[in-house]
C-alpha cells in the first residue's frame, strides 16, 4: 500500500494526500522517478510524489483491460449511471477540501475553484450519469428482406491527459462521458497539478467502481505520458494541452491508430463593433483574457476594435483593469487573479512581454512581476499591436491583452481568420443580424456574441484547425467515446 502525507491546507482543512499510483481501487506505490509538486504562490514545495514507470502504466494499461472486459463490460448503462451520480454526490460533499487542493497546487483563488471548477464538476458528472442508459443506435430500412441495426459500444481502454489550468475540471470532463459510455479509464494528470486527480481515487473506490475502471498514474509527461499515448493496448487517447504537445500525442497514438480526441491551443480574437454596449463589451473582454490567470484555452486574447471607439475602449479597459479585484494569495476572499502555475510559465509569458515590447506595441499597463514571492504577474495590456507581431500570432497563456483598430466588417474578419488556431471567438454589437453573419464566417469551433469563455456541460467543445479534433461535453462527448456497429440481418432472401 502506498503511502500517504498529512497536509494542512492555508484555510485549516487538513486531509491524506496519496503519494503513489491509483490502480485496480488501491494505491500503490510508483516505480519511477520522484516528482515534487510547487506552490506557484510561494514557489515552495508541497509534496514529493511517485512517478509512474513503464512498466506502472503497463500495469494500470492491464488492470483496465481486465476491469473492461470483465466486470465492467457486464454492468448495466442504469448501473453505471447510478455509479456516476454518487460519484457526482461525493464531489460535492467534498468541494471544499478539492477546490482547496486545487487552490494550491494550481495557484488558482479559492473561491473560483469553488464556483467554477468543482460546482461545474458535479454538474458534468450528473449530466452522464442520466446518459448512460441514453446512448442507442438506430434502425435502418434497406429492403423487405433484410434487417440492419447499428450499436454504439464503447471503445475499450481510453487514456486520458489532462492539463494543469482546471486540474479536477478536466478530470470530469473526460473521465464522466467515457465511464457512462461503458470505458475503461487510464488517467494522466499534469505533473504540476495531481493533488486533486489522486484523490479523486478515494471517491471512486468509495462509490463502488469495480477495481481497474479508473486507474490514476502521476509522472512527467515525457514518460508516463508518451508511454500511455503510445501502448497498444490502449483504445483512444484524449488529450487536453498545447497543440505541440497534441501533435506528439497524436504521432505516439499511431502506433495501433488509436482513436483520439486532442483539445489544443487556441489565439482567439474579441471584435468589438463601434455599435457594442461598450462598457459591457470592456467587462467582458477583460473577463475573456484576464480570468484563470489568463491560463485559458478559449481566453480572447487578441482584441479587435473598430476605430470609432478604439481610444474609448482602451481608457475603460485599463480602468478596468486598475480596478479589478486584488491579485494576491488564492485564499484570501477578494482575490480574484492568482500566480502563474510554474515558473517556466512564468519566465515565457515575461519573455513575451519583452518580445513585445520590443516589436514597437504600446504597453498601456502591467508587464512586470507582481509582488515578492510566487510567480504572479501584473495583467498586461498592449496598444497598437500589428499582425506580424509575435504577441498577435502566438499563444501566451498568460494574462497578456493585445489591441488593435480595425475599420470594416471585412478587415476584421481577414484579421480575426488570420490564425493557425481556431478555438473560439468573441463578437460584441447590438445589431443581431451582424452577430450571427459574423459568427458564420468566424473559423472557430466556439463563438461568444456579447460575451466571454462561455462552456456548459450540454454543449461542445472544441475546435478547428490546430486547436484540435473532436469535441467533449454534450451528447459529442458520448460519441468520442463510442463507435459504430453496423449489423446486417438476412431475414430470408435465397441466393
Not at 479536477?168 to 494528470?189: E, I, R, T
Amino acid at each position: 500500500m502506498a503511502a500517504s502525507v498529512e497536509i494542512l491546507l492555508p484555510n485549516g482543512l487538513r486531509y491524506n494526500q496519496p503519494t503513489g499510483l491509483f490502480i485496480d481501487n488501491q494505491y500503490i506505490p510508483g516505480s519511477g522517478d520522484d516528482f515534487t509538486v510547487l506552490n506557484p504562490s510561494l514557489d515552495e514545495p508541497i509534496i514529493t510524489l511517485q512517478g509512474a514507470s513503464e512498466q506502472d502504466v503497463n500495469t494500470a494499461v492491464k488492470a483496465a483491460r481486465r476491469a473492461f472486459e470483465g466486470t465492467w463490460s457486464g454492468f448495466p448503462a442504469l448501473e453505471r449511471g447510478n455509479l456516476l451520480l454518487k460519484l457526482s454526490e461525493l464531489i460535492h460533499r467534498d468541494r471544499e477540501l478539492l477546490a482547496s487542493i486545487d487552490a494550491l497546487d494550481n495557484g488558482k483563488p479559492y473561491s473560483v475553484a469553488l464556483d467554477v471548477d468543482i460546482n461545474a464538476s458535479c454538474n458534468v458528472f450528473k449530466y452522464y450519469a442520466g446518459a448512460a442508459d441514453k446512448i442507442c443506435g438506430q434502425t435502418i430500412e434497406t429492403t423487405p428482406v433484410k434487417l440492419a441495426y447499428v450499436l454504439q459500444e464503447p471503445m475499450g481502454v481510453c487514456g486520458q491527459i489532462i492539463p494543469w489550468n482546471y486540474p479536477f475540471m478536466m478530470l470530469a470532463w473526460k473521465v464522466a462521458p467515457a465511464l457512462a459510455c461503458g470505458n475503461a479509464v487510464v488517467l494522466k494528470p499534469a505533473e504540476q497539478t495531481p493533488l486533486s486527480a489522486l484523490y479523486f481515487g478515494k471517491l471512486v473506490a468509495e462509490a463502488g467502481f469495480p477495481p481497474g475502471v479508473v486507474n490514476i498514474i502521476t509522472g512527467l509527461g515525457s514518460v508516463a505520458g508518451k508511454v500511455l499515448a503510445e501502448h497498444m493496448d490502449v483504445d483512444k487517447i484524449a488529450f487536453t494541452g498545447s497543440t505541440e504537445t497534441g501533435r506528439a500525442i497524436m504521432r505516439a497514438a499511431a502506433s495501433n491508430l488509436k482513436n483520439i480526441t486532442l483539445e489544443c491551443g487556441g489565439k482567439n480574437p474579441s471584435l468589438v463593433f463601434d455599435d457594442a454596449d461598450l462598457d459591457q463589451a470592456v467587462k467582458w473582454c477583460h473577463t475573456g483574457i484576464m480570468s484563470n490567470q489568463g491560463q485559458v484555452c478559449i481566453s480572447t486574447s487578441r482584441i479587435y476594435v473598430q476605430e470609432s471607439v478604439y481610444e474609448s475602449f482602451l481608457e475603460k479597459f485599463v480602468e478596468v483593469t486598475k480596478d479589478h479585484r486584488r491579485i494576491g494569495d488564492p485564499f484570501h476572499d477578494n482575490t480574484w487573479q492568482g500566480p502563474q502555475i510554474s515558473k517556466s510559465q512564468y519566465d515565457k509569458i515575461m519573455w513575451y512581454i519583452d518580445q513585445g515590447k520590443q516589436e514597437g506595441a504600446r504597453l498601456l499597463h502591467g508587464g512586470v512581476k507582481h509582488g515578492d514571492t510566487g510567480y504572479f504577474i501584473e495583467p498586461t495590456i498592449f496598444a497598437d499591436t500589428t499582425e506580424d507581431m509575435k504577441i498577435v500570432r502566438e499563444e501566451i497563456f498568460g494574462p497578456v491583452a493585445v489591441i488593435s483598430k480595425f475599420s470594416t466588417v471585412e478587415e476584421v474578419m481577414a484579421k480575426a481568420n488570420d490564425s493557425c488556431y481556431g478555438l473560439a471567438a468573441a463578437i460584441f454589437t447590438e445589431n443581431i443580424g451582424k452577430a450571427h453573419r459574423v459568427a458564420r464566417k468566424l473559423q472557430s469551433g466556439m463563438v461568444f456574441v456579447n460575451s466571454s469563455s462561455d462552456s456548459h456541460f450540454g454543449i461542445p467543445f472544441g475546435g478547428y484547425k490546430s486547436s484540435g479534433i473532436g469535441r467533449e461535453l454534450g451528447q459529442y462527448a458520448l460519441q468520442a467515446y463510442t463507435q459504430s456497429k453496423a449489423v446486417h440481418v438476412n431475414l430470408g432472401q435465397k441466393l
